[in-house]
């Protein structure tokens, strides 16, 4: 059938009007790009409109994509370390031989005998300088504007920085001391020095890494730096779960309540942390029911100061015995004997072969023999806490050193001298209250309030003695700084 010239005319018309919205289309995509092309939603799935999609992107916080150039923007560049720096604490890995578990500690530089180190970075004549101190054990090492290296790679493998690292460029500095430094992700400053010795896995091998950390002095956690040694934080309601959560560089808080340790289920220690419970059998003076052994840099909190309270009812326990710990903290705890008065002979807490005790805020009560039982152990700092009501005396110190008592109430004890040193060492009492201790002739014919061994040696500063009763208060010299004595009847009498 022959088409009519109206059927031609709409043919052309449309195809004019086609060709034009093309263009229009091309010439809009050049000047202003359109969204990217969404895929097709999977079979089931809803599609999400793109204004939808913009609004929810909108309220999230963008995240940088898992690369190197994401790493990079975490960590900064060289340029990011200028500033004032400190060290807050090292930590050494180590593996020996073909033992199955690396050695890992912490140090804080606050410890005794650890190293302190600071540094000030500075860009001058478009060049990056550090005034540096370092000073440990017999170390003392001193810059003045020594130029820093940018070397590439990263400081250590497993660093979160992959990118660089620096050096100082001081030809003299030996093996030792060449440390590698870098920024991390946290925003901490690292030195970092590894030694490698032997073949891995064969008996000869050693490896070593010590990583020391620095912050900003004017960081916030620099004003609170103990808290620093700390690596977890968790809270428990049982001495099981306690014990089960000694590792090193953790703090257990206890949930308010009462814990007994002789009712301590041992089947529900898992045999990772039952070494750091021993029993009678494994222990060379094996009177204890439980000794609390190889701690490091580990906390005991109350969750509320003096609404938890750890106690014992075996009379010849002490309620806890720590051997070999170091960095241990003892906060807001009350402890003492569920036993009858009169009738126990272990104390209250006690420590062996140990050092960097701290006891702060706590309440050691008795029938305990002694409040404190310290054995070859240095570095105690008890402070902010009471002791009291004990049958034998306040404190009984074996071949101890550097124990400090500050801000403590000793009371209404009873017997036998209340503080027994044999040798020890610059034990000092500061701002301490003795009252209302009682010494019976019966057990101490001259009754000495303080009886020292030879070579000893005690001082009291700030302190008041009040009702207490003694014949002589030492039988040897002890150093008295402003003390008050008010009241002190001889027992004798």
Known sequence: MKKSNSYYLRTCCALLTLILSCSLIISCGKTEPGPEKQEPPAAGETAVSSDSEKSDDSQKKEEPADTDEADTKKTGGIEDAIGEWEMAYSKSHSVYGTEDEPYD???????????????????????????????????????????????????YDGCDNKDWYFEFSDPFTDGRRKEKYTLLADGSLIGVS???????????????????????????????????????????????????????????????GKYNFAKLDKRKIDEEHIKHLLGKDEIDDGYRTYTINDLNNFCIEAEEPGKVTIVTEEAYDPVMFFR??????????????DVEPGYCSGSVVGFDGSSGITVDNCKLYGCGTYGLEIKSTEYVNV??????????????????????????TF????????????????????????????????????????????????????????????????????????CTMNDNVSAQN
Request: charged letters at 30%; one cysteine or more; aromatic letters at 12%.
């Open 383 to 408: 402070k902010d806490t009471e002791i009291y009501e004990c049958t034998y005396g306040l404190l009984d110190i074996y071949e101890s050193s550097q124990l400090h008592f500050e801000k403590c």
């Open 105 to 155: 500690n912490i140090t804080m530089s606050s410890d005794p005998y650890s190293v302190s180190s600071e540094m000030i970075i500075r860009k001058k004549d478009g060049k990056l300088t550090a005034d540096y101190r370092y000073n440990g054990y017999e170390t003392d090492i001193r810059y003045v504007g020594i130029e820093l290296e940018q070397k590439n790679g990263p400081a």
């Open 411 to 482: 009371r209404d004890s009873r017997e036998m001298s209340m503080i027994n040193v044999n040798s020890g060492y610059e034990v000092v009492f500061d701002d301490c209250s003795f009252k209302d201790n009682i010494i019976d002739p019966q057990y101490n014919s001259v009754c000495y309030f303080a009886e020292l061994s030879e070579y000893s040696e005690v001082t009291f500063n700030n302190c008041t003695f009040d009702k207490n009763q003694y014949g002589l208060f030492s039988n040897r010299k002890v150093t008295m700084q402003n």
């Open 324 to 337: 070999y710990s170091h960095n241990l903290t003892l906060r807001g705890l009350v402890v003492g004997h």
């Open 194 to 256: 590894e030694y490698n010795d032997g073949t891995k896995g064969a008996e000869d091998y050693y490896y070593s890494l010590d990583i020391e950390v620095y912050l900003r002095k004017d960081s916030p956690e620099m004003k609170n730096k103990e808290e620093l040694r700390y690596f977890e934080t968790v809270t428990v309601s049982s001495l099981e779960d306690l014990i089960n959560n000694m590792d090193s560089n953790k703090k257990v808080i206890l949930k308010n």
